[in-house]
């Protein structure tokens, strides 16, 4: 039985299939192209619209694609209409990757997302499978345009990746490049949600909100992911990525007098507290008004380290309303 609503009489448009099932529209119409799993009945002869039988077609490829089974055999057993027994005992376990058919490379299996995830991460995830990064684009610009951007990366984002790095650390250092395509299409998706905000003019006012890895850390996903969501608040940053330098951390916090430094440390061998606490002594301003930033510890790395003083946020919701309370203050 199919997962989804049955199409009306009129029949899906591709675009509205494609969003139900989690891929991109470009994909139905390469597996139409070259495999024939296509709409049964066109419109006015051209125009595609894909009914109930179609849909169940189309959920087979998917499910067998994810799984690791190469399209064009895919393809046929999804006409077929049923999973030959032999076909049932060669899908790919959790722990077992499928086998490729004689002449072809493998493909990945599918992703430990869970059982209590958006149906968004599953379609990310079968296009990041597949390599389709047209499919992973449009899904995550789509999820950020529906969702909002805070959700896409708590609830969309982010199990994906971690399914990924999951899936990475269990089989051997394979699907490095799965985790490599989507964490550059995550990081370009960011970027087109961020917009640049001009810092208050009147002098006094205040600085920005100073971003950064600490020494060693080489994970800026999550910065971006709250540089876009501070730019959505009107709120002025300076963003500075992945393992900055001890000296070049202070210099930028002594030239900006930023109303907040944010340092994000993925493990706890780059997780320095004697550098975060530098930060936070760091004084500038006229004598009698000399001011401090707020520190703030971002990411996993800090878990465990007592800092009173230095705020923890619990994730992206919390970190952009504390921050968004600092600056206002």
């Known amino acids: 039985m199919s997962a989804f609503p049955s199409p009306d009489e009129a029949g899906l448009t591709t675009g509205a299939l494609a969003r139900r099932l989690g891929v991109a529209p470009t994909t139905l119409r390469s597996w139409d192209r070259r495999y024939g799993i296509g709409p049964a009945v066109r419109a006015d002869g051209r125009h595609r619209r894909w009914r109930a039988a179609d849909v169940a077609v189309l959920e087979t490829m998917c499910r067998l694609t994810s799984s690791g089974v190469p399209p064009a055999d895919a393809a046929r057993v999804a006409k077929e209409g049923a999973l030959p027994p032999a076909a049932e ?16 490379p493998a493909a990945p299996g599918a992703l430990p997302l869970g059982g209590d995830v958006r149906q968004e991460c599953r379609g990310l995830a079968r296009a990041a499978v597949r390599l389709d990064a047209p499919a992973v684009e449009e899904q995550l610009a ?176 919390d970190a952009l309303t504390l921050l968004a309370g600092a600056y206002a203050a």
């Open 142 to 317: 789509t999820a950020v345009e529906r969702h909002g951007l805070t959700v896409a990366w708590q609830e969309v984002m982010v199990p994906t990746l971690h399914a990924v790095g999951r899936k990475w650390a269990s089989s051997g250092d394979r699907y490095v490049e799965v985790e490599h395509l989507l964490s550059w299409q995550v990081s370009t998706a960011l970027r087109r949600a961020t917009r640049a905000v001009m810092p208050a003019d009147a002098a006094g006012g205040p600085g920005p909100v100073v971003l950064a890895c600490v020494p060693g850390e080489q994970h800026s996903l999550p910065l971006e992911a709250l540089n876009a969501g501070l730019g959505q608040l009107d709120i002025p940053t300076r963003m500075f990525g992945a393992a900055v330098p001890v000296e070049a951390l202070i210099a930028s916090v002594q030239r900006l007098g930023p109303v907040a430094v944010v340092l994000w440390a993925q493990a706890r061998s780059t997780a320095s507290l004697p550098l975060a606490r530098h930060l936070a002594e760091t004084r500038w301003g006229v004598t009698g008004a000399r001011r401090a930033p707020i520190v703030m510890l971002a990411g996993p790395g800090w878990a465990g380290r007592s800092a009173p003083g230095l705020p923890r946020p619990a994730g992206l919701s």
């Open 89 to 104: 005992t060669e899908l790919p376990t959790a722990a077992e990757p499928a086998r490729p058919a004689p002449g072809r």
